[in-house]
């Protein structure tokens, strides 16, 4: 099977090509309970291992015959991070690959381990998993393979965020009963509030997880968003938009609510009624409401609260 998939085009990243670490098999070192992979116990290691050759001479084919390509993301069935020859890849690919950028999407486990921390280093864009902040829920919605510790993650991921040039993003998937509880929710706020990152995104299941486990609906994945620091870039990214069932809001309502939490196109129009978006649009026009951008996602926030960030 060729480790070479897409090109897909996401929103958040454009248009891109992945390269899959572990093809043939799920290879990880989690168990979680959402994950669209079957079960399968969590490994310390791979032990499959596609020959780094392989891997770039299926990349080049692809690259050449998708030109336009604006990222190139290394992902695995399983943890990318595995993969023993990640290092010498990265490097093989920055040969080639001219202006795309590289974008790693890993679960943070091995981020500890110094030669993975410098290897992330040399990416373009790292996004990181952070599901749970406290070591019960960890062990219960990640499942880990012994030995790995949500403390020391923490950690990690704080320490790269601060060393790492390129943008970092934070991942927090969201498991109905299982990860959030108020109490976790605080536990990851007082975790995420000391690492520097360019956008926070929080989602739900969308697709069959491995076991018997149920995501949010959109409305309560966004109070659930409310309930973290304003100072936090969190994005709400769920295909559960879709089902949300639109509430009417005045004026006031709107400035309050994108006060508390910024929001992009999808939430408003997920959340707002008709009414409500035309008196949105109206404050769009009347410059009440301005657009912020972070990393590739337009955000929606009043003026007032670009101007208090300013006078601060
Ligand atoms: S880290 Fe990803 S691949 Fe591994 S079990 Fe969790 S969801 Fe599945």
């Known amino acids: ?49 596609t020959p780094v050759e392989t891997i770039l001479t299926d990349l080049k084919e692809a690259l ?11 992902t695995a069935n399983g943890e990318p991070t595995m993969y023993p020859y990640l290092d010498y890849l990265v490097d093989e690919i920055d040969k080639i690959k001219g202006d795309i950028q590289t974008l790693i999407l890993s679960n943070s486990a091995c981020l500890n ?26 062990k219960k919605i990640d499942r880990p393979a012994e030995g790995i510790e949500i403390s020391i993650i923490i950690e990690s991921i704080t320490r790269f965020s601060h060393v790492f040039e390129g943008k970092l993003f934070l991942e927090i998937l969201f498991v109905k009963g299982v990860n959030d509880s108020l109490s976790e929710i605080a536990a990851l706020e007082r975790a995420l509030l000391p690492i520097s990152c360019d956008r ?12 018997a486990v149920e995501g949010l609906s959109f409305e309560e994945l966004y109070l659930l968003s409310c309930r973290f620091d304003p100072v936090l870039p969190i994005h709400i990214v769920s295909r559960t938009h ?30 707002f009624d008709f009414d409500s978006k035309q008196r949105f649009k109206n404050l769009l026009e009347k410059e009440k409401i301005v657009q912020i951008e972070r990393s590739n996602v337009i955000f929606f926030t009043p003026i007032e609260n670009i101007n208090r960030k300013r006078s601060k």
């Open 1 to 49: 099977m060729s480790s070479i998939f897409g090109p897909v085009h996401s929103r958040r990243f454009g248009t891109s090509l992945g390269i899959d670490l572990s093809s043939s098999n799920k290879q990880c070192n989690f168990d979680c309970l959402y994950c669209e992979l079957a079960p399968a116990p969590a490994l310390a290691h791979q032990h499959t291992i």
């Open 64 to 74: 050449a015959k998708h030109p336009a390509i604006d990222v190139i993301t290394i």
């Open 113 to 138: 381990e110094p030669d993975v921390f410098t290897t992330l280093l040399k990416f373009d864009q790292v996004k990181l998993s952070l599901d749970a902040a406290t070591p019960e829920t960890f």
């Open 200 to 211: 926070i995104d929080i989602g739900t299941i969308d697709r069959p997880p491995a076991y």
């Open 242 to 271: 879709a089902n949300a069932t639109p509430s009417r809001y005045t004026d006031e309502e709107i400035l309050t609510t994108l006060d508390k939490r910024p929001l992009s196109m999808d939430d408003i129009e997920a959340l």
